[in-house]
């Protein structure tokens, strides 16, 4: 891993721990006395996910979900679930931990998916929300950053694999395809 491939920190570690202290006391209201599973989209969301739970006061049940992004002939792109909930959902109340909405097309396509399986409600949580470019308005309920269009990486986010295990958020010096 090559940190001279890295630019400018946008988020320290310190910044995004503060952070999630702030949604954890929001979310500790607003899910009181209720139980909830959390939903983590693999990989990338995966030391957000593990940071907050730790910091909430409600039961929790911890799931994951993977997709996969396919690009067809038009390139308008295919999502595949290829790990999909362990649990039921039906009749509960879910909360999708995720690190970055940047368009709502995954996500657009995550809420129908999930929506189906009927839950009794379905709450998401992002770290990082880009609001430049945004092709689907989203619910988004809570947010912990709102950030640029810039290819980032660090704290789950990658760049080819690589990165994830930063403490913090950076921009790559040249971003790379999307």
């Known amino acids: ?4 491939s890295l630019g400018k920190i946008i988020l320290s570690e310190d910044l995004i721990a503060r952070r ?7 979310l500790n209201q607003d899910f009181k006395d209720k139980e909830v599973i959390l939903v983590s ?17 409600f039961p929790v049940k911890l799931d994951f979900l993977e997709l996969n992004h396919y690009a067809d002939q038009d390139n308008s ?6 790990r999909d909930l362990e649990f039921s ?3 509960k109340e879910v909360l999708i ?3 970055i909405i940047r368009t709502g097309l995954t996500h657009s396509y995550l809420l129908k998916n999930l929506g189906s ?18 092709l689907l308005d989203l619910p988004v309920q809570y ?3 709102e950030i640029e269009d810039n290819f980032v990486v660090g704290y789950g986010l990658d760049y080819q694999e690589k990165y994830r295990n930063l403490p913090y958020i950076a921009k790559l010096k040249e971003n790379p395809q999307l």
């Open 143 to 145: 947010t912990g950053f």
């Open 89 to 91: 959902i039906a009749g």
């Open 41 to 57: 989209i693999l990989k990338s969301s995966l030391y957000f996910m593990t940071d907050l739970s730790r910091k909430l006061d």
């Open 117 to 134: 399986r009927n839950p009794k409600n379905i709450s998401i949580c992002t770290l990082l929300h880009i609001n430049e470019n945004k």
């Open 20 to 26: 999630i202290e702030e949604l954890a006391v929001q």
């Open 77 to 82: 792109g295919i999502i595949r679930v290829t």
């Open 1 to 4: 891993m090559k940190k001279d």
């Open 97 to 99: 931990i995720e690190n």
